[in-house]
């Protein structure tokens, strides 16, 4: 599919970026509707919908640990009307496939880093543990008797707790899920006895007591859970793997489109209002420029590279 600079040229572009958006705009999200990336991509997709006085419609596109949104985002036309808020989690996915790049102008357009989150060691109200310490003695007691759900095979929180299980000297079953929300889902319901999942999606049943927070990947504590441990103070520092969530577009945007929506999504972001709405669902708002994306995504494929080889850690089929 042709760029603007080829459908409009150069006058006709700077005027068609000027009225941008001047229709519903489709954002994917690539996970099921109640993951953490959903819940927190709608919070952003609203957001940027208001700054715009235009629709931002939300496209869950789950499967195959978020490829099969990628891969929608992929085919779109460049012209800002489609949009992907997506997390690490696809990131990481992509980079062990080695299938997209995620470089300016190759296979996605970089827009912007909205936030970063930690992820929480999670495990069902049943199981008899209250601390790391009781859960790695349990697995040692009962080998292979614990299972744990995960967003997919090769995304985030499967290799955390891959990391986490390598570490501590456990082992547990991976049962994989078509996204975060159905591994709580089950989480929930005790299909499963431990998880990593990210706070928006959980701090709710957190609080409930229906779920177990045992450890967070941040350096500090969280202020929304100042009794729970991080890896860190733990004695696992390899283990504090957190999370981002970014804004990408098709490759070949308009750098003067690009700029445009990063500025409105950076703005939007800083206000006083959606700082605390952003802050209250247990996430860090950042909202950096395209460059500056761009080049954390280079510094994060070599460090996913070197967890993956160090721990040999391999995606599932």
């Known amino acids: ?3 603007w600079a080829a459908l409009f040229g150069g006058p006709a572009l700077s ?8 229709k519903p705009v489709r954002w994917i999200i690539p996970t099921s509707p109640g993951a953490g990336t959903d819940v927190t991509g709608r919070l952003f997709g609203l957001m940027a919908g208001e700054s715009w006085k235009q629709a931002v419609v939300a496209d869950n596109k789950p499967g195959a640990s978020g ?10 036309t460049p012209d800002g009307y489609t949009l992907m808020f997506m997390s690490v989690s696809q990131f990481i996915d992509a980079t062990l496939l080695n299938k997209y790049t995620f470089e300016a102008n190759k296979d996605f357009t970089p827009i912007s880093l909205l936030a970063s989150t930690p992820l929480i060691l999670l495990a069902h109200a049943d199981v008899p543990v209250i601390n790391v310490a009781q859960l790695i003695a349990l697995a040692k007691k009962q080998p292979q008797a614990l299972n744990y759900g995960s967003g997919g095979s090769g995304g985030l929180t499967h290799l955390a707790m891959e990391v986490f299980l390598k570490k501590a000297g456990i082992e547990a079953t991976h049962i994989p899920y078509k996204g975060s929300g159905p591994a709580v889902v089950d989480l929930l319901a005790g299909r499963v006895q431990l998880a990593y999942s990210t706070p928006p999606a959980v701090l709710q049943h957190i609080k409930s007591g229906r779920l ?3 450890a967070v990947t941040t350096e500090t504590r969280m202020a929304s859970l100042p009794d729970v441990p991080t890896m860190n103070e733990l004695g696992y520092p390899a283990a504090s793997i957190s999370t981002w969530y970014g804004l990408f577009g098709p490759a070949h945007m308009p750098a003067e489109l690009v700029e445009k929506i990063s500025r409105t999504v ?11 709405k952003i802050t209250l669902s247990g996430i860090d708002p950042v909202a950096n420029t395209p460059a500056e994306f761009a080049q954390l995504l280079g510094r994060e494929r070599q460090q996913i590279n070197a967890i993956v080889k160090a721990i040999g850690f391999k995606k599932e089929q």
């Not at 005027?15 to 001047?22: C, F, H, L, N, R």
């Open 1 to 3: 599919m042709g760029t």
């Open 15 to 22: 005027e068609a970026v000027q009225d941008y958006p001047s």
């Open 266 to 276: 950076r703005t939007t972001t800083r206000t006083a209002v959606n700082k605390d």
């Open 212 to 214: 177990k927070a045992l």
């Open 67 to 76: 490829m099969l949104g990628l891969d929608a985002l992929a085919s779109a």
